[in-house]
C-alpha cells in the first residue's frame, strides 16, 4: 500500500508552510550516505549563508539539530545556562510559556514577564527588572501564538544596560521580520526548517556567539543528544554527531542559496510583509479584527467577533474549500484564528482565502 502523501490544500498555516516545487523535488529523491566530503560541504555551506542571513557576528557558530524548533530551545538552555543563572522569560502566549517549562524542567532559575495576549512588550514592562542581578534574557522574538511582534531594538538595549546573554527563539521570525544578531547582540538565535525557510520539518538551527559558545565550553554536558559541544566539534568538519534529517539539510541548501541570489534576508522580509500587509488590506468587510498590537509578517492573528467560533471556521475552510489556516489552542481556540503569510504564497492566494471567507458568509456558514 502506498500511503497519500501529496496534499492538495492551500496552506496558510505557520508550520509546516508550503515549499517550492524545487525543494518538493528534494524533497522527493532518495538520501545519500552523508559522511562524506561532498556533504560536509554542504553543511559549510549552510552554515555560511545562515550566518550572512542572521547578520551573525564575526566568529559566530551555526549548530544544526534533528529536531523540531522546541528541540533548539530547549538546547539553547541546556547548554548555555546554568543553576547559577537568572533568566528573565518573555511570556505571552505558548511559546514564551515553553521557555519558562524549559527552564523549570532544567532547574535554571527565571522570573517570567507575563503579558495578555496580543499585547506588546513595553519599557515600562521591563523597568521593574531593571539592576535586579539576572544574567539572561529568554524571548519569542514572534509570539507565533498570538502573532506579537516584540520590540527587539528595546531588548537589545536592556540586556546591554543589564549585562544580559540574550537568547532570541526568532523560529518564526526568521527572514519574516527585521532581524539582525550582531545588532541586537544576541548570545544565541534560534529557527526551524518548517516556517519561514519553507522545507519539510525536522531541523532547527542554533547560531550561537563567541560568547555562547564559551558558556557552552564551560558547562558539563547534561544529556548525549542535546550536547552543544559535541555538534560544534563535529562542525568544525561540516558533519554532525549522529545522523541527521540529511534530506532537509539538502532542502535548506537550495533554499539558502535561492534566498541569497534574490536579495537575502530583506529582500525576503520585505516579499512577506507586504504579503502580510496585501492580506491585512483585504479583511475590511469580514468578522475580524487584528488580535496582535505589534504584529509579526509571519502571522496575521484574528479576533473573531462574528457568531461562528473561530475553530469551526478552521474545520470549514479545512474541510468545504481545500484551506488551512492555524487554529489556536487553549483559551484563545473559539476566539482566536490565524493565517500564515510563510511558505510559497502569492497575493492571489490571499485573494482565494479572501473569497473563501466572503462566500462562507454568503452561504451562512459563517455568521457575523
Ligand atoms: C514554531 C515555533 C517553535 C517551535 O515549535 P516546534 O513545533 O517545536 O517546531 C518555537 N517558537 C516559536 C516562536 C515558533 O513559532
Given amino acids: 500500500m502506498v500511503a497519500k502523501r501529496d496534499c492538495d490544500k492551500l496552506n496558510f498555516t505557520v508550520g509546516p508552510v508550503m515549499s517550492s516545487p524545487e525543494i518538493l523535488e528534494i524533497g ?62 518573555v511570556n505571552g502566549g505558548s511559546f514564551g510559556a515553553r521557555f519558562a517549562q524549559i527552564c523549570q524542567v532544567h532547574g535554571i532559575p527565571y522570573q517570567e514577564s507575563r503579558l495578555a495576549a496580543g499585547t506588546a512588550l513595553t519599557a515600562e514592562d521591563l523597568a521593574p527588572l531593571e539592576g535586579q542581578g539576572y544574567t539572561a534574557f529568554l524571548v519569542n522574538l514572534g509570539e507565533t501564538s498570538t502573532g506579537v511582534l516584540y520590540d527587539l531594538p528595546l531588548i537589545a538595549d536592556f540586556c546591554r544596560r543589564n549585562g544580559l546573554f540574550l537568547v532570541v527563539d526568532a523560529i518564526s521570525a526568521f527572514l519574516a521580520d527585521e532581524l539582525n544578531m550582531e545588532q541586537c547582540g544576541a548570545g544565541v538565535v534560534l529557527t526551524g526548517s518548517q516556517k519561514a525557510l519553507a522545507l519539510a520539518p525536522g531541523i532547527s538551527v542554533l547560531m550561537l556567539s563567541e560568547e555562547a559558545q564559551q558558556r557552552i565550553a564551560q558547562h558539563p554536558a547534561r544529556c548525549i543528544y542535546f550536547d552543544l559541544s559535541d555538534y560544534l566539534k563535529n562542525m568544525e568538519r561540516g558533519q554532525t554527531p549522529f545522523t541527521p534529517a540529511v534530506g532537509i539539510l539538502l532542502e535548506m541548501n537550495c533554499r539558502l542559496r535561492e534566498l541569497q541570489a534574490v536579495g537575502g534576508a530583506e529582500a525576503e522580509h520585505r516579499r512577506i510583509g507586504a504579503l502580510a500587509n496585501d492580506f491585512r488590506s483585504k479583511i475590511g ?21 462574528g457568531k461562528t467560533p473561530a475553530n469551526e471556521i478552521f474545520e470549514t475552510l479545512k474541510n468545504d474549500y481545500d484551506i488551512f489556516v492555524c487554529p489556536n489552542g ?32 454568503a452561504k451562512g456558514k459563517m455568521i457575523p
Fill in 285 to 305: 468587510d469580514l468578522p475580524f479584527e487584528l488580535f496582535a498590537q505589534t504584529p509579526s509578517n509571519a502571522v496575521t492573528a484574528l479576533r473573531v467577533t
Fill in 28 to 89: 522527493g529523491s532518495q538520501v545519500p550516505y552523508f559522511r562524506t566530503a561532498e556533504f560536509s560541504a554542504v553543511m559549510k555551506e549552510n552554515e555560511q549563508i545562515m550566518r550572512e542571513l542572521m547578520y551573525a557576528p564575526d566568529g559566530a557558530r551555526a549548530v544544526f539539530l534533528t529536531g523540531s524548533g522546541t528541540a533548539a530551545m530547549e538546547a539553547a538552555v541546556m547548554n548555555c545556562l546554568t543553576e547559577q543563572d537568572r533568566a528573565i522569560v
Fill in 330 to 361: 487553549g483559551e484563545l481556540k473559539e476566539t482566536v484564528l490565524r493565517v500564515g503569510h510563510i511558505g510559497c504564497l502569492t497575493a492571489k492566494d490571499n485573494d482565494v482565502l479572501i473569497a473563501a471567507l466572503r462566500d462562507m458568509m
